[in-house]
């Protein structure tokens, strides 16, 4: 079979306990002025910024961010002169620097860029951006995306191209000692899912596959032993390597039905992304397993699915099923609520079932859903 492929990640990444301490040495160079996105608590990180030797604005984000906070730190960076964007924090705060580092190179407005409700104009330009990640996570601080909420619209869309991809990365797994439990829940089984999905995507490569295949095997070490006690620094190490190699195997390999299903729910109640994949993560594998045993037994997306549950539960003779079932035990082992505890109301299934078999994310998934199967897969994850 031909094989081919296009491969993008950060300019360069740096990983390892203690490695974030070398920041203010690693920015020097990349610009004069800088922004700084940070969490809504900057003060947790003033050792590391205390010795940011270029004038530094501060633009705490206390959420997922919407279109009007990026506006908003965009005239912030503006009126500072900022020609360089740092970012130290989780998700949230990357996917905000990253936007704000390439409205600057472009000079648009967010919506010229974003996906669905916006114009979809790919980034082509952007000031060089730092990625710090505080959660394991997202995988931002490697993906050539970030993720905008419109509630006018109702829809979490993406801003993406080549450009987002972050100058530098740099991935400190002691930066997320602090992580409260359902935050490593919510954000390890996202970089769970992140592994998983590119694994068995349409759209996997030979070298996101191997990626892929370590970082799952990292979530499986230490995604319940990070959870159990957030002080376990191999554990966290586990999750922050799944994190960086799920966020670029999503990046180059596409995503699946857990990610359709999360933008689509997102966008239409007020639920942390990572809790959305964790609710959705079990009923999603089950069905797309239940759906190839179907309708295509003999295909490579049953194998996939069986080198998954070899890899989560350590057994050879493990079937698609055993990792359903691993799965489901860790999500219940997590305390992940289901998205009824979000306010999805049941009969918005039909609704949410259809706008998640056209997002894009569905393109990668390992078969075409029916109707039916896309309803089950939502009214499970509630
Ligand atoms: N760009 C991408 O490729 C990509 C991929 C997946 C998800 N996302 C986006 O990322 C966002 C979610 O990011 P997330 O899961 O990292 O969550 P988050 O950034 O929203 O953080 C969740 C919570 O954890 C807290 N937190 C973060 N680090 C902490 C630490 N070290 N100690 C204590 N508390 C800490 C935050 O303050 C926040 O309250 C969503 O907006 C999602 O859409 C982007």
């Known amino acids: 079979m031909a094989v081919s492929f296009e491969f993008a990640t950060a300019g360069r990444i740096l990983f390892g306990a203690g490695r974030a301490e070398q920041l ?15 969490g809504a608590h900057p003060e947790r ?66 919506l010229d860029h974003l996906e669905v409700p916006g114009g979809g104009r790919p980034v082509t330009a952007s000031v060089p951006c730092v990625a710090v990640p505080t959660t394991s996570g997202t995988g931002s601080e490697v993906t050539a ?47 769970l899912t992140q592994c998983l999905e590119p694994l068995v995507s349409v759209l996997a490569t030979p070298l996101t596959d191997g990626l892929a295949r ?11 032993r990070a959870h159990r006690d957030g002080s376990d620094v191999e554990a966290r190490t586990d999750m922050a390597v799944c994190s960086v190699l799920g966020g670029i195997s999503l990046a180059n390999a596409k995503l699946g039905a857990v990610h359709a299903f999360a933008g689509v729910v997102g966008g239409l109640v007020d639920v942390p992304h990572g809790m959305a994949c964790a609710a959705l993560l079990a009923p999603s594998v089950e069905v797309n397993v239940r759906a190839l045993r179907e309708r295509d037994p003999d295909g490579p997306g049953l194998r996939r699915f069986t080198e998954v549950a070899r890899i989560l539960t350590g057994r050879g003779d493990a079937r698609p099923e055993d990792g359903v079932a691993w799965i489901t035990e860790t999500v219940a082992r997590l305390d992940v609520p289901g998205l009824g505890a979000f306010g999805l109301a049941a009969d918005r299934a039909d609704e949410v079932a259809a706008a998640a078999g056209r997002a894009g994310s569905m393109r990668g998934n390992p078969i075409v859903l029916t109707a039916a199967e896309l309803r089950e897969v939502i009214a499970s994850a509630r």
């Not at 203010?24 to 940070?38: E, I, N, Q, Y």
């Not at 965009?74 to 970012?87: F, K, N, P």
């Not at 370590?214 to 995604?223: S, T």
């Open 145 to 191: 995306n970030a993720v905008l909420n419109s509630p006018q619209h109702g829809v979490k869309a993406s801003l993406r191209g080549p450009a987002m991809l972050p100058r530098l990365a740099v991935v400190d797994p002691l930066l997320t000692l602090g992580c409260p439990p359902e935050v490593t829940a919510s954000s390890g089984l996202d970089a």
């Open 214 to 224: 370590e970082g799952l095997a990292r979530a499986a070490a230490g995604l319940r």
């Open 24 to 38: 203010p040495g690693l920015v020097d160079g990349l610009g004069t002025r800088a922004l700084l996105c940070t």
């Open 45 to 110: 990180h003033a050792g590391l910024l205390a010795g940011l030797a270029m004038p530094t604005e501060v633009v705490p984000v206390p959420g997922e961010p919407t279109v009007a906070d990026a506006r908003a730190a965009t005239e912030t960076a503006r009126a500072h002169g900022a020609d360089l964007v740092i970012a130290v924090g989780g998700g949230s705060v990357l996917d905000l620097a990253k936007t704000v580092a390439a409205l600057l190179g472009t000079g648009c407005d967010p």
